[in-house]
């Protein structure tokens, strides 16, 4: 099967191909069927739509597990403007081929992608969703604690389906540092600020204020609310989706005028990122590799040494610091055998002068404890 995308740009910040008008994506593709009568025709353009909506998924999912979608490419044509052209029909070894160009509803397509795939996240995905905020237009961006715009976020997750990381949890994790800055960065920073936190997607950005003066003659003032996120996978850095959307509210109060216009922002936020994030979760890898945690790690050496005696293990073939801060320390682990290895690793060896036990192992998560101390 000869397939060629002809007239595709890439999303801002999406693994999809962008609308060329409205949400429309235009394609050519081949399709063959064994005959030479009308219904072959019918039969080889039918094959066409199919490969059409199959390259289109192909590039909004890095690998599409088929089989859940099965009832989209069985509903090609649904996704297919009516009347696609037809480019080049001939008669080949008693088949029927064609080449036709089709504009396909891609909005129409993501949507149903997300349904179809939501009930088959297994493992479970998990989210974390990170928005600075102003708390007025006069005040600076601050990302100290949740505001309404990430709440608004975890809200439409949830509503999803989707797991969500407790931000709060993560805010104490850093003990207080600045994460603006990591918000406002690139999607590699994103990234590992996901893995960091044990997330397979990450949603971060900002939500701002800001009113304009009345016009002459009026006391009424135009108060804007801004919020914008990127959606980022956690496994491989990729930005799925950055949105952005905007409400405007006239009033004669700034503060009340603002604080509405943040409340409807937030409430078309929540209408249009549910498509976009499920299919940033069906598309993240999820990890093979063992996290290894510890809370309140007594120092810095600590996860060195656990470090070396992780790599000393039989099979292990890295362990790295994933995170490390007063409140906790995790490490990954590439490792693909038994986790009672491991365990007896770690607990066989003084970890700088510490002797370290599981307390809690699920699945490749473990969590250690204390257990003794060098004498």
């Known amino acids: 099967m000869t397939r060629w995308i002809v007239a595709a740009a890439v999303l801002i910040g999406a693994g999809a191909y962008a609308a060329q008008d409205e949400d429309l994506i235009k394609v050519t593709m081949e399709g063959r069927a064994p005959g030479k009568d009308r219904a072959a025709r019918n039969e080889a353009i039918?094959?066409?739509?199919?490969?059409?909506?199959?390259?289109?998924?192909?590039?909004?999912?890095?690998?599409?597990?088929?089989?859940?979608l099965k009832t989209i490419l069985e509903r090609a044509p649904r996704y297919i403007v009516p009347s696609p052209t037809l480019m080049k029909q001939d008669i080949e070894h008693d088949s029927v081929r064609v080449e036709i160009?089709?504009?396909?509803r891609s909005e129409m397509l993501r949507r149903d992608i997300a349904q179809c795939l939501l009930p088959h996240l297994l493992p479970p995905r998990k989210a974390l969703a990170l928005i600075a905020e102003q708390p007025r237009a006069d005040a600076a961006l601050s990302s100290a604690k949740g505001g309404p715009a990430e709440t608004a976020v975890c809200e439409a997750l949830h509503e999803i389906g989707?797991?969500?990381v407790n931000s709060a949890e993560v805010r104490s994790v850093y003990a207080g540092a600045d994460l603006l800055p990591r918000i406002q960065g690139g999607a590699e920073g994103l990234a590992q600020l996901g893995r960091e936190n044990l997330a397979d997607i990450i949603i971060a950005g900002t939500a701002t204020m800001r009113h304009e003066p009345p016009p002459a003659g009026s006391n009424v003032m135009a108060c804007?609310?801004?919020?914008?996120?990127?959606?980022?996978?956690?496994?491989?850095?990729?930005?799925?989706?950055?949105?952005a959307v905007?409400?405007?509210?006239?009033?004669q109060d700034a503060s009340e005028g603002e604080a509405q216009a943040l409340?409807?922002?937030?409430?078309?936020?929540?209408?249009?990122?549910g498509v976009p994030a499920v299919l940033a979760a069906a598309g993240a890898s999820p990890p093979e590799d063992i996290v290894v945690s510890l809370l309140d790690p007594a120092s810095d050496e600590?996860?060195?040494?656990?470090?070396?005696t992780l790599r000393a293990a039989p099979g292990v073939e890295n362990a790295e610091i994933l995170l490390q801060t007063p409140k906790v320390l995790r490490l990954r682990v590439h490792y693909g055998g038994a986790m009672e290895t491991l365990v007896d690793q770690i607990s066989s060896r003084l970890c700088a002068g510490v002797r370290l036990g599981p307390k809690r192992v699920v699945g490749r998560l473990m969590e250690l404890e204390v257990t003794g101390r060098q004498p």
């Open 302 to 308: 600590l996860g060195k040494a656990l470090a070396e």
């Open 46 to 68: 039918l094959t066409a739509e199919r490969e059409i909506v199959l390259e289109v998924i192909e590039g909004i999912l890095p690998k599409p597990d088929l089989a859940a």
């Open 101 to 104: 160009e089709a504009q396909v």
């Open 246 to 251: 905007e409400a405007i509210v006239n009033g």
């Open 162 to 164: 989707l797991d969500t």
């Open 224 to 243: 804007h609310a801004v919020i914008s996120i990127s959606i980022v996978r956690a496994s491989d850095g990729k930005t799925v989706e950055s949105k």
């Open 263 to 273: 409340e409807d922002a937030c409430a078309k936020l929540k209408k249009e990122i």
